[in-house]
């Protein structure tokens, strides 16, 4: 995601927390196609072709498999390997901590 394609379509800020929600969502389906639908709105206004095709495919594959397996921490984007475990900020970490409880 390029800066000057996220400003173009004023979605930089949602861009971030829908990254943040496709990482706390992971272990809910709904939750978690959700936000990869959010990507893909914002994919289709930045004319983001790529993106696009890469949201289509994360919302079949987190329909099918957010209940059995998801990488820890990965934010969801298209220009992320879809199985690349990342690291989850420490606020973040604390929120997901607190859902399992």
Avoid: K, Y
């Avoid at 390029?2 to 706390?24: D, I, K, M």
């Avoid at 206004?45 to 059995?68: E, K, M, T, Y």
């Amino acid at each position: 995601m390029s800066p000057s394609s996220t400003s173009a379509c004023g979605c930089g800020e949602t861009a971030e927390r829908l990254s943040v929600a496709a990482s706390r969502g992971q272990r809910s389906t709904r939750r978690h196609v959700r936000s990869h639908v959010g990507m893909l709105r914002i994919a289709w206004q930045r004319s983001d072709v790529p993106g696009f095709a890469g949201q289509l495919a994360r919302i079949v594959a987190a329909a099918l498999c957010s209940r059995l397996w998801v990488p820890v921490g990965n934010t969801g984007g298209a220009n992320v390997r879809v199985l690349r475990p990342m690291p989850v900020p420490p606020d973040l970490q604390a929120i997901l901590d607190a859902n399992r409880r």
